[in-house]
């Protein structure tokens, strides 16, 4: 072997022994610290989704007022359950009765900073709107929004109460102002699979 070829060989191999101890050094990066930690629901939103995930049915009844003289009475069903990583709960409601067809759709969500539950409601007789804010007051869960109706303030409060295993009640009363509410409706939530085992029982008896 000639002198400049040995030359050109000792180099070529100086230089990959070089490269092989950089790599040997480089430290590579762990999966753990590159995965990016995932949130986890806030004890209030898995109490929400506690309380009211289920398929439910519904009965309506709708008080005497300037929109409805007679009152009314409606039926349906609602389906609650648990958002992408239980951080939200959504529902899908349908009813029939002295309104006519109903459907709505809603998300309801933990807001930590502000220590309340905020939401979006939309249905086929109002464009989506902020849903206000809602929070349990001892045993039941309260929640108030402001809108305006033929150019009018108008107040809402909506307040579900009664918890049990197999069903709630909510209540709507609405007003000009907070100190000014009637109660507009109430609805009954019953669990759909509670309905069928009463049905079955009555059957047999």
């Excluded at 180099?11 to 490269?19: C, E």
């Excluded at 009475?73 to 409601?93: D, E, I, N, R, V």
């Excluded at 000014?180 to 759909?192: D, E, G, H, P, V």
């Amino acid at each position: 072997m000639n002198s400049g070829v040995r030359l050109v060989t000792l180099l070529l191999l100086a230089g990959l022994s070089f490269v092989a101890a950089i790599a040997q050094n480089t430290p590579k990066p762990k999966a753990a610290e590159a995965a990016m930690p995932m949130p986890t629901p806030a004890p209030e939103m898995n109490k929400l989704v506690k309380s009211m995930t289920g398929t439910w049915t519904t009965t309506e009844t709708m008080e005497k007022s300037p929109m409805m003289p007679n009152g009314g009475a409606g039926h349906g069903t609602s389906k609650m359950w648990s958002g992408p990583g239980g951080l939200s709960l959504l529902q899908a409601y349908h009813s029939s009765g002295a309104m006519g067809d109903f459907s709505g759709a809603g998300t309801s969500w933990w807001d930590p900073q502000a220590q309340v539950y905020k939401g979006v409601w939309c249905d086929n007789m109002a464009p989506c709107n902020d849903s206000g804010t809602t929070k349990w007051e001892g045993d039941k869960l309260v929640g108030t929004m402001e809108g305006a109706m033929n150019g009018q303030k108008v107040v809402t409060r909506i307040t579900y109460s009664d918890f049990k295993p197999n069903s709630f009640v909510m209540t709507m009363d609405s007003g000009p102002d907070a100190a000014s509410l009637q109660k507009m409706m109430t609805i009954t939530y019953t669990r759909a699979a509670a309905n069928t085992a009463e049905g079955a029982a009555e059957k047999k008896e």
